[in-house]
């Protein structure tokens, strides 16, 4: 059983930046993926970051050269640094963590989320 517990979220002005984690443990000794997620109101869930096993990394358009994904195998867990944050960016970040890396099946594993809020 996968446990995600992301922190690191609040509310700042346009420009600002953030530093989301995301603490995962029950990880079995097998390649994960692992990905960011924005739930916006009214929005679909977006996809704004993922990193492979590997360290692949890959980014929504959006979030080119403003995010950066990262993570420490070490103490299980993800990172994603947003700079120059925009209005847009706004919404519930959610981390997630899949040995299919589809996040789209049974095996993906969810966390609860953090708010991010940015004002213009």
């Known amino acids: 059983q996968v446990t995600l517990v992301e922190s690191g979220g609040g509310s700042v002005q346009s420009g600002r930046s953030l530093r989301l984690s995301c603490a995962a443990s029950g990880f079995a000794q097998s390649p994960y993926c692992r990905a960011w997620f924005r739930q916006a109101p009214g929005m679909e869930r977006e996809r704004v970051a993922s990193?492979?096993?590997?360290?692949?990394?890959t980014y929504t358009e959006s979030a080119k050269g403003r995010f950066t994904i990262s993570k420490d195998d070490d103490i299980n867990t993800l990172f994603l640094q947003m700079d120059n944050l925009e209005p847009e960016d706004t919404g519930m970040y959610v981390c997630?963590?899949?040995?299919?890396?589809?996040?789209?099946?049974?095996?993906?594993?969810w966390g609860q989320g953090t708010q991010v809020t940015v004002f213009p």
């Open positions: 990193i492979s096993h590997y360290g692949v990394a």
């Open positions: 997630a963590t899949d040995p299919l890396c589809d996040y789209d099946g049974p095996a993906t594993s």
